[in-house]
């Protein structure tokens, strides 16, 4: 299977019309950056970044489609899902890169997407229902061909709302500093001074999914409504069927943004309930700075790091 798929691969880039639509979309790239450049908002790098980087993921991940689609251990299916986790959530530090996000958002993502794929792959326990992930009818097992790209759909909107509730929490803290401060002098908790700012990042990251749930059937056809239907599901079925997505995607989301917002606000603060200054310094310089910027920082971290090793193991030597 896999001499199979590599051959799908040659075969798929042999043809001109692979290389044409890449040229397009570069183009199109091209503008962006021109666009971005105009308006100063020092997004070049990470737009370049991620067009290259999207490629290559999304080109590699079609070509082994069928290699997933066809796995059938249930600990693979988990482990499927618990990387892409880990790679959600260092797409969120590459994109937010505050401290400590990294570990936050692994934690936010993975607990609330697991914990949500889990009921769904295991809703099959029901009697005489055939569960919200269908079954092989051959093998009556659970299979990377409807457990991937459903847990997939969770993992990227608990992300992306993982992402908003960060940014505008972060924002609203610093706007709201003095209101804050004064509500820690009069004997609030941090959680209870920032209460009203993490009830507004709440809104914001969940009002465009909800709003697009109240269009449904009249604005937008979701796509895996209409290819279920195109597929011969009746269309009543593929529409309770979305709903059902949909409230997955919503409550993943919601349960990711709260244990996101109520690890990183924590750090916003001393032991003492008071503003951690450090931080927020931090927090300041980190938003000054451009991707490629933060990039070169970290390499070159990395590098002193490596030559502090390497002189530690002589000077023991």
Do not use: H
Not at 234 to 251: D, H, K, R
Request: overall charge positive; some cysteine.
């Amino acid at each position: 299977m896999v001499s199979q798929t590599l051959i799908d691969i040659w075969n798929s880039l042999r043809q001109a019309n692979i290389w044409i639509r890449i040229a397009l979309a570069f183009i199109l790239l091209l503008v962006l950056i021109s666009l971005s450049f105009w308006q100063k908002t020092k997004l070049e790098s990470k737009l370049i970044w991620s067009f290259l980087r999207g490629t290559i993921q999304i080109v590699l991940f079609g070509s082994i489609l069928s290699l997933i689609f066809g796995i059938r251990k249930l600990w693979m299916l988990y482990l499927i899902l618990f990387l892409m986790c880990l790679f959600a959530a260092f797409t969120n530090a590459r994109s937010y890169p505050y401290p400590r996000l990294f570990l936050i958002g692994f934690i936010a993502i993975t607990s609330s997407s697991i914990v949500i794929m889990t009921l769904v792959m295991f809703s099959y326990i029901f009697p005489g229902f055939e569960g919200i992930i269908p079954l092989d009818p051959d093998t009556l097992e659970l299979t990377g061909e409807y457990v991937i790209p459903i847990g997939s759909m969770v993992i990227s909107f608990a992300m992306r709302v993982s992402g908003i509730a960060i940014e505008r929490v972060k924002s609203d803290i610093i706007k709201s500093k003095g209101n804050i401060e004064a509500a820690l002098a009069l004997g609030d908790s941090p959680y209870r001074a920032i209460q009203n700012i993490l009830r507004e990042s709440y809104r914001a990251g969940l009002t465009p999914t909800i709003n697009r749930v109240a269009s449904l059937g009249i604005v937008t056809i979701p796509g895996l409504m209409a290819g279920m239907i195109i597929g011969g599901v009746p269309p009543v079925e593929a529409a309770i069927y979305q709903i059902v997505i949909f409230l997955m995607l919503l409550s993943a989301s919601f349960i990711t943004s709260i244990i996101t917002n109520i690890l990183f606000t924590k750090q916003f603060f001393t032991k003492k309930q008071q503003f951690d200054i450090e931080f927020l310094n931090k927090i300041a310089k980190l938003d000054n700075q451009t991707t490629g910027a933060l990039l070169k920082e970290r390499w070159k971290k990395w590098r002193e790091k490596i030559k502090r090793k390497k002189k530690s193991v002589e000077t023991t030597d």
